[in-house]
């Protein structure tokens, strides 16, 4: 049965142009011809250049897929609306991604900007030119069409965020899109919990304050045990037993959205040690800026 299964999947591979860990985009997605290789993952295609290695659009698919396994009717809303993944190679910048080529640095009261980003705007971003600032900050970006990146993908030391995937906490912004369509209800408790964090104080400093978007897509990585350690004034949080001790409102809405799911599959950072840095622990790993 394995010999015949290899078979079909040559002959189908010489009939669609097979590369390596997938095939040739479809036509019907009027892809740029930078990317050559796609996979299918329900229904979103996850696609790249000729450059990303190996079985890397699997594993993304896989990631994907695990994250939509307890709710179709967001991967439904998703596909409708014509979301996509690329997964740009180790070599690759954010503005070599043709959909990414135009982009022009944030002005000073950009809400994406971090605390510490805003502090030091000048410094940090005003100097650099566009492709500069860009290339430096991003390997990965949320939305309708996502990006991510190789060595993130496949858990490598070159991974600006080794120690954390940062897929997860991408496609994360879009499992909160699908929500905020099919399940307002859902939206509303969300952003309820964030509000009620902030008044609390909880995520002081930290990235997840920033926006109810990076709220949920840090507390996402918490729930799949796949985010580098966060500490408040001595108190650790490092998987999703922590996640909900510390923050039981986030961890109730994330269980709607993925049910009780914490490891995906092909996540190269669930459980990894490298998500708590070395070296003594601090007491705050908040950016002092």
Wanted: contains cysteine; hydrophobic residues 40%; proline residues 6%.
């Amino acid at each position: 049965m394995a010999c015949r299964t290899f078979a079909l999947a040559a002959i189908a591979c010489s009939l669609v142009g097979c590369t390596a860990g997938g095939s040739a985009p479809p036509a019907h997605l009027g892809l740029d011809p930078f990317y050559s290789r796609y996979r299918d993952a329900g229904g979103i295609a996850v696609v790249s250049s000729a450059r990303v290695e190996g079985d890397t659009l699997v594993r993304a698919s896989r990631m994907i897929d695990d994250m939509l396994a307890h709710r179709p009717d967001l991967r439904t809303a998703l596909v409708q609306r014509g979301y996509r993944v690329a997964i740009m190679a180790e070599s690759e910048a954010i503005t070599d991604l043709p959909q990414n080529a135009h982009w022009t640095r944030p002005t000073p009261d950009d809400p994406r900007l971090t605390r510490c980003e805003r502090k030091h705007y000048e410094q940090r971003i005003g100097r650099l030119s566009d492709r500069e600032y860009w290339n430096a900050r991003v390997r990965g970006i949320g939305g309708a069409f996502t990006v991510a990146a190789e060595e993130d993908v496949l858990g490598r030391p070159a991974s600006r965020y080794y120690g954390e995937t940062i897929l997860v906490h991408e496609f994360a912004h879009n499992v909160l899109d699908a929500i905020e369509t099919v399940d307002p209800a859902l939206y509303a408790q969300v952003e309820q919990a964030y509000a009620a964090a902030l008044d609390e104080g909880l995520w002081k400093d930290e990235y997840a304050s920033t926006t109810v978007q990076e709220y949920w897509a840090e507390g996402t990585q918490f729930w799949f045990n796949s985010n580098r350690l966060a500490v408040f004034d001595g108190r650790r949080i490092l998987n999703h037993t922590d996640l909900a001790a510390y923050d039981p409102r986030l961890a109730a809405v994330l269980a709607q959205a993925y049910g009780d799911r914490h490891l995906l599959a092909a996540d190269p950072f669930h459980g990894h040690p490298a998500r708590v840095p070395p070296g003594p622990i601090p007491q705050n790993t908040a950016e002092v800026c």
